[in-house]
């Protein structure tokens, strides 16, 4: 049996943005990534994270990878080993400030670091 391509009977709107420039290509699209501005948008990683937490905690890591959970369903396990990007409300951040017993200050400097901190 053929193949054919699924077109869509609706208008598709892709607007590009800072850090992706979407063009058409005949009937697809084209999605380019412009890596400056990508980087300016995106969130501290997690490796970066956890440096900047070490920074102002020696140890830090350390007493998280204790605290986590054993059950890889847990959501704070999956936090601690899969979270790609950090943000101020994401699990492992909240994790950390409840663990480590941090005020709102000390996570808003962290994550000011870790934006700084190369990946």
């Known amino acids: ?5 699924i077109r869509p009977t609706f208008p598709i709107d892709v607007s590009s943005s800072p850090s992706v420039t979407a063009t ?4 697809g699209f084209r999605f380019d990534l412009n ?3 990508a980087a300016a948008t995106l969130s501290p990683g997690r490796n970066q994270f956890f440096a900047a937490l070490e920074d102002l905690i020696p140890g830090a890591t350390a007493t998280l990878a204790a605290a986590v959970p054993s059950d890889p369903g847990d959501l704070n396990n999956r936090a601690f080993t899969g979270t790609a990007f950090v943000t101020a409300g994401c699990t492992l951040v909240v994790f950390a400030k409840a663990t480590l017993g941090l005020t709102e200050e000390q996570i808003a400097a962290v994550l000011a670091a870790a934006a700084s901190i190369a990946n």
């Not at 049996?1 to 391509?5: C, F």
């Not at 058409?24 to 009937?27: D, F, K, P």
């Open 35 to 37: 890596p400056a501005g």
């Open 24 to 27: 058409r290509v005949g009937t």
């Open 1 to 5: 049996m053929p193949s054919y391509p």
